[in-house]
Structures are given as C-alpha cells and as structure tokens.
T-cell receptor, first 114, second 110 residues
Framework: EAGVTQFPSHSVIEKGQTVTLRCDPISGHDNLYWYRRVMGKEIKFLLHFVKESKQDESGMPNNRFLAERTGGTYSTLKVQPAELEDSGVYFC????????????FGPGTRLTVT | GIQVEQSPPDLILQEGANSTLRCNFSDSVNNLQWFHQNPWGQLINLFYIPSGTKQNGRLSATTVATERYSLLYISSSQTTDSGVYFCAGGRGSGNTPLVFGKGTRLSVIA
C-alpha cells in the first residue's frame, strides 16, 4: 500500500507569488489533514477534510490560504499571495474512518518564500 | 484545547548512549503518536500508542494514559537518530486534529 505522497518536495517562490501544494492520501482514507511547521515552531493543524467536505478549517491562518479536495481524492493547498511568514514545511496526513485513530503523514513540502 | 509539553527541549548524546524523552498532556487523549523529523524536514511516524508499550528495534514507547504522559526510549543511539522528536495527541471522536508538542531536538555525536 502506497503511503501519503506530497508534491513538490520543495518550492522556492518570491513574496507575492502563488504556490499550490498537492497531497495524495492513502487509498481509501476518507480523512485528510493539513498541518504546517513554520519558523522552527511546533507543528500546527490547518484543516481537515472528510471526503470532499471541509470538516474543520479552524487552523487556517487567513484567506490567502485555500484548500480543496476534488472528488474526495487528492487535495491541494494554494497560497495566494505568498508572504515571508508562510515559509515552513507543510504536511499532509490521512486516516481511515473509524478506529484506530492513527494519522499517516506524508514527507512534507518545504516552502521557502523569499 | 489540550496542551502538550515535551522534555527536554534539547538533548546531546554521544553515539551509543541511551535516552528517554517525555511527553505530558494536560488532558486525556485517545490518539497519541510519536514522530521523528529528520534533517531534511520529513516527518516519520514512529509509534501510534494511546496506551501500553510498543517496541520497534532500538526504539520503544510507553504511554500511561491514566497519568497523561508518554515516554520514548532510544537505546544505543546513532548519528542517524538526530533530528526533532515530536509527540502529538488528540481526543474526542478521532476526527479531532492532533496537537503537537514543541519537540525535543536530539543531536547524536560520533
């Protein structure tokens, strides 16, 4: 079974540009989460999809961030326009519905905004 | 929401030494995971351990759910163990997101 995959692994963009991150969850996992770690701080939750619906987006920092999950499969996270403070590592995780509650994390996308 | 405290914040070990990392939770959790973030930034799942003890090679973890803490043991440390170790917990239905601690930065020197 393939794990959670994320693309790209690293992105370097200038302030004001747009970047789109992609996450492919483990097949059959209805729950998909986005997290990020910025400025060497702790990893923080951004949002949670159940299939194609946003279950919880309380962690989204502002309206420059837009997440979608087309058809309940892969998800994208767009940052537009990017700011310097958006630099960090963005992680995606997935989990099947029901127990156990273990979340499986992807390798992350390192975003550098210059 | 729950608060997660990890200790120590930083740890330097000589290769071959053993160590214990601790994670305390302000409230009970029904999902508890340990991760290793390697120097390339990748997050590696180590353990899913809401209770009990598990072992995987040189690593083992114990969670005492009634006392709201978990321990990660690293034995015979190697330089490749360096990085940041995070614990994270969640409660409720299982859909609730994980809350992470600030991590323990481990440096293993040869």
């Amino acid at each position: 079974e393939a794990g959670v995959t994320q693309f790209p692994s690293h992105s370097v963009i200038e302030k004001g540009q747009t970047v789109t991150l992609r996450c492919d969850p483990i097949s059959g996992h209805d729950n998909l989460y986005w997290y990020r770690r910025v400025m060497g701080k702790e990893i923080k939750f951004l949002l949670h999809f159940v299939k194609e619906s946003k279950q919880d987006e309380s962690g989204m920092p502002n309206n420059r961030f837009l997440a979608e999950r087309t058809g309940g499969t892969y998800s994208t996270l767009k940052v537009q326009p990017a700011e310097l403070e958006d630099s960090g590592v963005y992680f995606c995780a997935s989990r099947r519905t029901g127990g156990p509650y273990e979340q499986y994390f992807g390798p992350g996308t390192r975003l550098t905004v210059t | 929401g729950i608060q997660v405290e990890q200790s120590p914040p930083d740890l330097i070990l000589q290769e071959g030494a053993n160590s214990t990392l601790r994670c305390n939770f302000s409230d009970s959790v029904n999902n508890l995971q340990w991760f290793h973030q390697n120097p390339w930034g990748q997050l590696i799942n180590l353990f899913y351990i809401p209770s009990g003890t598990k072992q995987n090679g040189r690593l083992s973890a114990t969670t005492v759910a009634t006392e709201r803490y978990s321990l990660l043991y690293i034995s015979s440390s190697q330089t490749t163990d360096s990085g940041v170790y995070f614990c994270a917990g969640g409660r409720g239905s299982g859909n609730t997101p994980l809350v992470f601690g600030k991590g323990t930065r481990l440096s293993v020197i040869a």
